[in-house]
């Protein structure tokens, strides 16, 4: 992950210990800075937050993310193609 994402330039570290289940974590953000993003480590953590998007924004991260089933979809190659063939998006 760390090794990503400084391939990335982008200044992120992995800190959390939570794999979207249990409290939510309260992020540490500085006063005057803006708030912390949460970004999945696993396919697992990616539909937990998503799930869950609207009490991780009430406690303060910044999420990017979908519908579950659409995170649940891209995470599964089978699923995958489902998903893009319901779309029209195979040839």
């Not at 570290?13 to 912390?36: C, D, H, S």
């Not at 953590?45 to 799930?51: G, P």
């Not at 609207?54 to 995470?75: I, K, S």
Request: charged share 25%.
């Amino acid at each position: 992950w760390d090794k990503f994402a400084r391939g990335m330039k982008v200044r992120a570290r992995n800190v959390l210990n939570w794999k979207g289940w249990g409290p939510i974590p309260i992020p540490e953000t500085a006063p005057g800075t803006p708030a912390q993003w949460i970004l999945p480590t696993s396919d697992a953590t990616a539909v937990q937050i998503a799930k869950r998007q609207d009490e991780l924004r009430q406690a303060g991260w910044r999420v990017l993310t979908c519908d579950p089933e659409v995170v649940l979809a891209l995470g599964n190659k089978s699923l995958l193609r489902g998903y893009a063939e319901k779309l029209g998006l195979l040839d």
